[in-house]
Nanobody, 125 residues
Framework: QVQLVESGGGLVQAGGSLRLSCQAS????????MGWFRQAPGREREFVAA???????PDYADSVKARFTISRDNANTVSLQMNSLKPEDTAVYYC???????????????????WGQGTQVTVSS
């Protein structure tokens, strides 16, 4: 059983930056592709970014491409660097882990086996 704990959310003005972190425990981190999703009030959970086990060719939603960067390290942590934040980025951000082949990543929430509790990001205009 993998446990995921997000941190780094908060309140920031438009144009600012935040760095989200997700600490994984209880499993073999290198066996999982990792993703970030977000959910705003009244909206469905949506894909933000994902990174494969091999860290090759991360994937980003069009809405965050060139502003957000996903990364992972050997300390069982996946991070999401968010720059040039916009009010429409306001949401609860979730970290997710899914068993996958070395180069596989997915935008589909059901592809992920474990989820964190979420961290709130609020961007003021």
């Amino acid at each position: 059983q993998v446990q995921l704990v997000e941190s780094g959310g908060g309140l920031v003005q438009a144009g600012g930056s935040l760095r989200l972190s997700c600490q994984a425990s209880g499993g073999t981190f290198s066996s999982y592709a990792m993703g970030w999703f977000r959910q705003a009030p009244g909206r469905e959970r949506e894909f933000v970014a994902a990174i494969s086990r091999s860290e090759i060719l991360p994937d980003y939603a069009d809405s965050v491409k060139a502003r957000f960067t996903i990364s992972r390290d050997n300390a069982n942590t996946v991070s999401l660097q968010m720059n040039s934040l916009k009010p429409e980025d306001t949401a609860v951000y979730y970290c997710a882990a899914g068993r996958a082949a070395l180069l596989t990543i997915s935008r589909i929430p059901s592809s992920y086996d474990y989820w964190g509790q979420g961290t709130q990001v609020t961007v003021s205009s």
